[in-house]
């Protein structure tokens, strides 16, 4: 299986570089995966609706140069479904074994994801209704791949 996460901005606190770099190794043996850092456009801080669609456009426009015609995509998005770890572990495994072996997890910036990717997206997948921030995210969400892909393989993980 090969998992991407795409995701708006670069990662500048070592603390999150460290941690993602660390649940990679960990992957490495299981799957193939990738993090694809795609540039956030400057917006200014009191936007219009009509920045804010342009600004999201720019950002989706990158993302999806990045998603492969035949991906499976899970926007991250606060009305997406909730997942506990174990459901994300067999949507994955459902997705590798009817034949869907590569899947892109999108993260988007500060002012969300356009309606393009969201319309690419075949899964929305919430964290929950407390907004995290976009860096963070993506740790919580490669520990999260992490743990599913050891649920998967019966393989013990600390709780």
Request: proline letters at 4%; glycine letters at 8%.
């Amino acid at each position: 299986m090969f998992i991407q996460i795409v995701g708006v901005g670069k990662l500048k606190e070592k603390y999150l570089v460290q941690g993602i770099a660390e649940y990679s190794k960990r992957l490495a043996p299981y799957v193939k995966f990738q993090v694809i850092e795609v540039p956030d456009e400057k917006a200014p801080e009191n936007m219009s609706d009509a920045e804010l669609l342009q600004v999201q456009e720019r950002e989706g426009e990158r993302i999806l140069s990045h998603i492969k015609p035949d991906a499976h995509v899970v926007a991250l998005a606060i009305d997406g479904k909730l997942w506990s770890s174990e459901e994300l572990a067999e949507h994955l495994d459902k997705l590798g074994t009817y034949g869907t072996s590569h899947v892109v997890f999108v993260i988007g910036g500060s002012v969300g994801l356009s309606p393009a990717v969201m319309s690419r997206a075949q899964s929305k997948l919430s964290f929950g209704r407390m907004t995290l921030p976009h860096q963070l995210m993506r740790l919580v969400l490669v520990e999260q791949i992490y743990r599913a892909v050891k649920i998967n393989r019966g393989e013990p993980y600390h709780k």
